[in-house]
Structures are given as structure tokens and as C-alpha cells.
């Protein structure tokens, strides 16, 4: 086929079946690599902000404990050395206490060139403890910070130091490798966890479904391309099972057609000879219509329709094989006429399955006289061999036919006093070859009884059945209106007519 060009066709064993950038697993870990680092990212100011805090939380208790010592000199009194190394023990260049509304300074550096930025750990503001890292790692380390809390060791009000921030920052830059460091090794142990683990249960089962898809697209017949479900009770053990059936369904479909195959061309061949004896037999009827015998001019008529019929047919299924059946030549069609000839060649009789038309005088439906003829035929013969199949029944039964018109469409109903449909026909009722009830039936006239109608634009369904007989439906677009009826024309005096008499 022309349209197979365009296909991709299917990777060897050994080719590599998903791109290496481009695969669900590839995909798969580098997501899951990406949300872990930005998860890792995310714990990284709180992180520094608690670092921070701490930090400076321990430089002013060392001031604190500084100031104590401070105020156990003689006289209140720090000589300048003392003061020196009780400021680099604390790593502070100032202390000072406020108790009472009265700020003291303490410990006292040398005057500083710069003025100090503030950290007020009193206030618990989020967005600026979250800012204060970042605020010390982007000031190049040259600076002073002015860090106030609460006191703990020593009464009073507030405590205060300034302390230089090059320690703060060096040990922010540490801390920060080593979060750093941290993260890496934690997004790669995850990052492989998860990717092993959605690989065992997502990646590789979908692996195993596109490898039979495409082992399946190949070589339908290959057993090897068979998916076998692993029973999984979620999403993919619902794609395996779903898969496993329109395999199956596909392979059936793929066997049926070419049996149709097989037995459309020996058909196409045997039809040409049939068609050669449905002409001599056409032939052979002529010449009996000379004969002047008056049984067989009785049944001539029926015998020149069964031979039309037949070559008809026989036309249609020699080019059935190049299209579909052809399309309806609809015209307004008398029913009850079309109903009787049908259950004429359907062998009904008034000794056993007799028909009972109740419908309208006149009635009419839009569609192709022949196609109808097949349909209500083949309905028909179904229902008169199911009643005589029925033991200890004699053949005997009937056939009610209705026609009802509503909304534009016509419903011709069949419903007989059968036995019903056993549930197995039902289920392929109208399937060519599965629907059959009947031993030796190939379940072929109700397919094409509904292929013939759905041509039509309409459809055949079946009602209801059940112990009481089987009710089909044929519904047919259109509804055209009942013949007139003819009234006898008054007679003269020689006793003619005008030649019409009444429906």
C-alpha cells in the first residue's frame, strides 16, 4: 500500500529503542535530579538565616559573660588591656547594656570610620532574617555589624556589640559549601532512588507494551508479540489487559478478513459460471411461458422473479468484492405488495408460518424495492426456520408485520411467535459468521439485512425477545404519504367500466 511508505518502520532488536537524551528515562531523571537541587535550594536561606542567628547569638553571650567580668574590676575600673582581650576572646570591638532606660557602654573600642549595619534579633520578621545572609555574603567581608538582643546572663533591657562581619561572612561561606555539598549528595542519592524506582514501576512496564506494539505492527502473527498482562491492578495492568484484548481482537479480525479473502475470490469464480446457468435457466423459462400450460403460466411469474433476483444478485456479489453494496435507488414503495413477495420466497404459507400484514391500505415507504425484498426475506426465513425448529409445534405460526410512521421515518416491525434468541446469538447478532443460531448457518442474513438498511440511512435493531417470539425493527428515513384509494366507476348500459377497481 502507498500509505505504508509513510510509516516508521519498526527498530531491530539490537537498535537502541528510546534516543539517549530524548527517552522517558532520560527525561524521567533529569526531572527528578531538577526537583530535588530546587528543593534543596529552597532549605538554603532558612538554613544560612539559622546559622546567622546563632553566630551572633554566640557573640553576644561571650560579651555578655566579658561585661561581667567588667564589672567584677576594682572600682567598676578596666584598664585598657584588660579591655583589649576581653574584646577578642568575645571577637566583638564594642559591648554595651541598657538597664533602666540608661545605656552603658561597657567594653569600648577605638572609634570606628564606618557606621555599622544593624541586625535587631528582637524583631521575628521572616523576610529580614531570611535577607540578613544574603545582606553579609554580598558586603565583601570589610564592615561592621551592630547586633542587638536580649540580655540572658546579665539584667537589663537590651544587650549590644559590634563586631566585624568578615568572621560571620567566612563562616556563611562555609556553611554554605557544605549545604552545598550536602545537596549535591542528596539529589543524587534521591534522584537515583526515585529514578530506579519509577523506572521499575512506570518506564519499564511502558517499555514492554511499545516493544509489543511494535513487535505486533511488524508481524501480527508473531506469538513473541503477544503482550501478556502482569496482573497489576493499576494503570498499566489496565493498559496490558486492554491491549492483550484489542490484540486479540485485531488477530480475529486480521483471520476473518482473509477467510473473506479466500472465499470472496472462490465465490468470484464460481459466480461466473453461475451466472451462465441463471441465463440458460432464464432461457428455459421463456420457452416453458409457450407451452400453454396453465399450471406452469401460474408459476412462471414466480420463477422469472427468483431468476431476475438471482442474476442480480449474482452481479452484485461478483463486484462485492470491489465495493460495497450498492447505493439504494429509493422510490415511494407499496409495503403490503412487497411483503407477500417476500414471504412467498420466504416459504410462508397459511398451513404453517403464515404472514399477517397490519398496516395502513396503501401504505408506502421511501427505499429500493430490491434491497427491501432482501431484507424483509431474510428476516423472515429466519423466523420461519426458528418456529419450525421448534419441536412439537408442526411449522406452525405467524408472522406480524406493522408499519407505524412518526417524525419523518417509517418503522416496519417483524415480530413472530417464535421461540426466541438463545443469549449467545445475541450477543453476535449481527456479526457476519458469529450471529447464526441454526446448525450449519453462517449468520450472514441479519449482517446483511442491517447493512442494507444502515445503506438506507436507517437501521435494523432488535426489539425484544423471549419465550413469547423475536421483534425486529426496520427504520427507514422517510414517510411517504398512502396511496388513494380507487372507488368502482358507475357502469352505462352496455355494463363497461372504466377499467379501475378498488385497492
Not at 344 to 350: G, Q
Given at each position: 500500500?502507498a500509505?505504508?511508505?509513510s510509516?516508521?518502520?519498526?527498530?531491530?532488536?539490537?537498535?537502541?529503542?528510546f534516543?539517549?537524551?530524548?527517552?522517558?528515562?532520560?527525561?524521567?531523571?533529569?526531572?527528578?535530579?531538577?526537583?530535588?537541587?530546587v528543593?534543596n535550594?529552597?532549605?538554603?536561606p532558612?538554613?544560612?538565616?539559622?546559622f546567622?542567628?546563632?553566630?551572633?547569638?554566640?557573640?553576644?553571650?561571650?560579651?555578655?559573660?566579658?561585661?561581667?567580668?567588667?564589672?567584677?574590676?576594682?572600682?567598676?575600673?578596666v584598664?585598657?588591656?584588660?579591655?583589649?582581650?576581653?574584646?577578642?576572646?568575645?571577637e566583638v570591638?564594642?559591648?554595651?547594656?541598657?538597664?533602666?532606660?540608661?545605656?552603658?557602654?561597657v567594653?569600648?573600642?577605638p572609634?570606628?570610620?564606618r557606621?555599622?549595619y544593624?541586625?535587631d534579633l528582637?524583631?521575628?520578621?521572616?523576610?529580614?532574617?531570611?535577607?540578613?545572609?544574603?545582606?553579609t555574603l554580598?558586603?565583601?567581608?570589610?564592615?561592621?555589624?551592630?547586633?542587638?538582643?536580649?540580655?540572658?546572663?546579665?539584667?537589663?533591657?537590651?544587650?549590644?556589640?559590634?563586631?566585624?562581619?568578615?568572621?560571620?561572612?567566612?563562616?556563611?561561606?562555609?556553611?554554605?559549601?557544605?549545604?552545598?555539598?550536602?545537596?549535591?549528595?542528596?539529589?543524587?542519592?534521591?534522584?537515583?532512588v526515585?529514578?530506579?524506582?519509577?523506572?521499575?514501576l512506570?518506564v519499564a512496564?511502558m517499555?514492554?507494551?511499545t516493544r509489543?506494539?511494535?513487535?505486533?505492527?511488524?508481524?501480527?502473527e508473531?506469538?513473541?508479540?503477544?503482550?501478556?498482562?502482569?496482573?497489576?491492578?493499576?494503570?498499566?495492568?489496565?493498559?496490558?489487559?486492554e491491549?492483550?484484548?484489542?490484540q486479540?481482537?485485531?488477530?480475529a479480525?486480521?483471520?476473518?478478513?482473509?477467510?473473506l479473502?479466500?472465499?470472496?475470490?472462490?465465490?468470484a469464480?464460481?459466480?461466473?459460471?453461475?451466472?451462465?446457468?441463471?441465463?440458460?435457466?432464464?432461457?428455459?423459462s421463456?420457452?416453458?411461458?409457450?407451452?400453454?400450460?396453465?399450471?406452469?403460466?401460474?408459476?412462471l411469474?414466480?420463477l422469472?422473479r427468483?431468476?431476475?433476483?438471482?442474476?442480480v444478485l449474482?452481479?452484485?456479489?461478483?463486484?462485492?468484492g470491489?465495493?460495497e453494496?450498492?447505493?439504494p435507488?429509493k422510490?415511494?414503495?407499496?409495503?403490503?405488495?412487497a411483503l407477500?413477495?417476500?414471504?412467498?420466497?420466504?416459504?410462508l404459507?397459511?398451513?404453517?408460518?403464515?404472514?399477517?400484514?397490519?398496516?395502513?391500505?396503501?401504505?408506502?415507504?421511501?427505499?429500493?424495492?430490491?434491497?427491501?425484498?432482501?431484507?424483509?426475506?431474510?428476516?423472515?426465513?429466519?423466523?420461519?426456520?426458528?418456529?419450525?425448529?421448534?419441536?412439537?409445534?408442526?411449522?406452525?405460526?405467524?408472522?406480524?408485520?406493522?408499519?407505524?410512521?412518526?417524525?419523518?421515518?417509517?418503522?416496519?416491525?417483524?415480530a413472530?411467535?417464535?421461540?426466541?434468541?438463545?443469549?449467545r446469538?445475541?450477543?453476535?447478532?449481527f456479526?457476519p459468521?458469529?450471529?447464526?443460531?441454526?446448525?450449519?448457518?453462517?449468520?450472514?442474513?441479519l449482517?446483511?439485512?442491517?447493512?442494507?438498511?444502515?445503506?438506507?440511512?436507517?437501521?435494523?435493531?432488535?426489539?425484544?425477545?423471549?419465550?413469547?417470539?423475536?421483534?425486529?425493527?426496520?427504520?427507514?428515513?422517510?414517510?411517504?404519504?398512502?396511496?388513494?384509494?380507487?372507488?368502482?366507476?358507475?357502469?352505462g348500459g352496455?355494463?363497461?367500466?372504466d377499467g379501475?377497481?378498488?385497492?
Amino acid at each position: 500500500m502507498a500509505d505504508d511508505a509513510s510509516l516508521p518502520e519498526p527498530r531491530s532488536s539490537g537498535e537502541r529503542r528510546f534516543p539517549r537524551l530524548g527517552g522517558l528515562s532520560s527525561r524521567l531523571l533529569l526531572v527528578t535530579v531538577l526537583i530535588v537541587v530546587v528543593a534543596n535550594l529552597l532549605i538554603l536561606p532558612p538554613n544560612l538565616a539559622a546559622f546567622q542567628e546563632q553566630w551572633l547569638l554566640d557573640r553576644l553571650r561571650a560579651a555578655e559573660l566579658a561585661s561581667r567580668v567588667a564589672d567584677a574590676a576594682p572600682n567598676g575600673q578596666v584598664t585598657e588591656h584588660l579591655s583589649q582581650q576581653l574584646l577578642e576572646q568575645a571577637e566583638v570591638v564594642s559591648v554595651a547594656i541598657q538597664a533602666d532606660g540608661n545605656r552603658r557602654l561597657v567594653l569600648q573600642a577605638p572609634r570606628l570610620t564606618r557606621t555599622p549595619y544593624l541586625i535587631d534579633l528582637r524583631q521575628d520578621n521572616p523576610i529580614t532574617s531570611l535577607a540578613g545572609p544574603i545582606q553579609t555574603l554580598m558586603g565583601g567581608g570589610q564592615r561592621m555589624v551592630r547586633v542587638i538582643a536580649r540580655p540572658r546572663y546579665i539584667p537589663g533591657e537590651f544587650v549590644e556589640i559590634v563586631a566585624p562581619d568578615a568572621p560571620l561572612r567566612k563562616e556563611l561561606l562555609a556553611q554554605l559549601g557544605r549545604l552545598m555539598a550536602i545537596a549535591a549528595f542528596t539529589s543524587l542519592m534521591a534522584g537515583a532512588v526515585v529514578f530506579f524506582s519509577l523506572n521499575f514501576l512506570l518506564v519499564a512496564p511502558m517499555q514492554r507494551i511499545t516493544r509489543s506494539m511494535q513487535k505486533f505492527r511488524a508481524n501480527p502473527e508473531d506469538p513473541e508479540a503477544a503482550i501478556h498482562p502482569s496482573g497489576r491492578r493499576d494503570e498499566i495492568g489496565v493498559a496490558e489487559a486492554e491491549l492483550d484484548r484489542m490484540q486479540s481482537d485485531l488477530r480475529a479480525a486480521l483471520a476473518s478478513r482473509a477467510r473473506l479473502a479466500a472465499l470472496g475470490a472462490a465465490v468470484a469464480k464460481i459466480n461466473h459460471d453461475l451466472r451462465n446457468m441463471l441465463t440458460s435457466a432464464q432461457i428455459a423459462s421463456e420457452r416453458l411461458a409457450l407451452s400453454g400450460d396453465p399450471k406452469v403460466a401460474q408459476a412462471l411469474p414466480r420463477l422469472e422473479r427468483a431468476l431476475d433476483r438471482a442474476i442480480v444478485l449474482a452481479s452484485n456479489v461478483l463486484a462485492f468484492g470491489k465495493s460495497e453494496e450498492p447505493a439504494p435507488d429509493k422510490r415511494p414503495t407499496p409495503l403490503r405488495p412487497a411483503l407477500e413477495t417476500a414471504a412467498e420466497d420466504a416459504r410462508l404459507s397459511h398451513e404453517g408460518v403464515r404472514l399477517v400484514v397490519d398496516s395502513p391500505p396503501g401504505a408506502r415507504v421511501d427505499a429500493d424495492p430490491e434491497q427491501l425484498h432482501r431484507i424483509l426475506v431474510n428476516l423472515m426465513r429466519n423466523a420461519r426456520e426458528a418456529i419450525d425448529g421448534v419441536e412439537g409445534r408442526g411449522g406452525v405460526g405467524q408472522i406480524r408485520a406493522t408499519l407505524t410512521q412518526a417524525d419523518g421515518f417509517s418503522l416496519i416491525r417483524l415480530a413472530d411467535n417464535g421461540p426466541g434468541l438463545p443469549d449467545r446469538a445475541q450477543t453476535n447478532l449481527f456479526q457476519p459468521f458469529a450471529g447464526s443460531t441454526r446448525r450449519g448457518g453462517a449468520g450472514l442474513g441479519l449482517a446483511i439485512a442491517k447493512e442494507l438498511s444502515q445503506g438506507h440511512g436507517g437501521d435494523l435493531t432488535l426489539v425484544e425477545t423471549g419465550e413469547s417470539g423475536t421483534t425486529f425493527e426496520i427504520r427507514l428515513p422517510g414517510a411517504p404519504e398512502p396511496l388513494p384509494r380507487r372507488r368502482k366507476a358507475p357502469t352505462g348500459g352496455d355494463g363497461a367500466s372504466d377499467g379501475a377497481g378498488e385497492d
